[in-house]
């Protein structure tokens, strides 16, 4: 899909509103993350299942959407828009190569959120002639998690692409460690992704809270009993 496509396509509706300010926004990839995270407070998170075809992955979707439902969370499906909108999500993400493939239009009428990665100036232009539910910016910092053709956008990079979306919930993420969420939240950022700064920590329950504190201003529970 080229960007005259893009605009033809997002000129009279666009997709669903969602908050603002997203808030801790975890990217995981099993149902077991889902759960775990939605029972201590976690109110948006994203299943990415990779490279697997849709029969594999259907039982897990449906039982996550289910679960966020549950929750009242604000569940996104990374890719699997068709078992999405099957099984009502509240939304799918869709990366710049997804955009190729998948029918925007079909998501648009279910009514689902929709967010899309950006790791460019260009790509940006691209995502906001769509106008998605939300604008993810990466990789800020260098990342394990996943191979990236693209650099490192670093904090400026972020802030640029922060300010040139202000009609947009923004959403950062690549190599975002405990530490840097301070100077990436400084850029104006609604939202921060973690993937590894969660599903490797000693203890992923301490870190979550204070991710929940850092991000969102919620107490932690040992604040709670000073």
Request: proline fraction near 4%.
């Amino acid at each position: 899909m080229n960007l005259s496509d893009a605009a033809l396509f997002s000129a009279e509706k666009g997709f669903p509103a969602t908050k603002q300010r997203l808030g801790l926004y975890p990217v995981v990839d099993s149902l077991q993350w889902i759960e775990r995270l939605l029972t201590v407070g976690v109110t948006t998170i994203q299943l990415r299942i990779k490279d697997l075809d849709d029969m594999q992955v259907e039982p897990d979707i449906a039982a996550a959407i289910a679960m966020g439902k549950r929750y009242q969370a604000r569940l996104f499906i990374n890719d699997y828009w068709r078992l999405a909108i099957k099984y009502g999500a509240y939304g799918v993400h869709l990366g710049q190569q997804d955009l190729e493939t998948a029918d925007l239009a079909a998501i648009q009428r279910a009514g689902l959120r929709l967010g899309i990665s950006t790791h460019d100036e260009r790509e940006l232009a691209i995502a906001k002639a769509i106008r998605p539910s939300y604008i993810a910016m990466g990789h800020i910092f260098p990342t394990q998690t996943k191979q990236m053709p693209s650099i490192p956008q670093g904090l400026a990079g972020l802030k640029q692409g922060v300010d040139n979306a202000p009609d947009y919930p923004t959403v950062a993420i690549g190599g975002i460690s405990l530490e840097r969420v301070p100077a990436v939240l400084a850029t104006g950022v609604g939202s921060v992704a973690l993937v590894s700064a969660i599903t490797l920590a000693d203890d992923w329950q301490q870190v979550t809270a204070q991710l929940l504190h850092l991000i969102e201003g919620k107490e932690r529970a040992d604040d709670q009993q000073a």
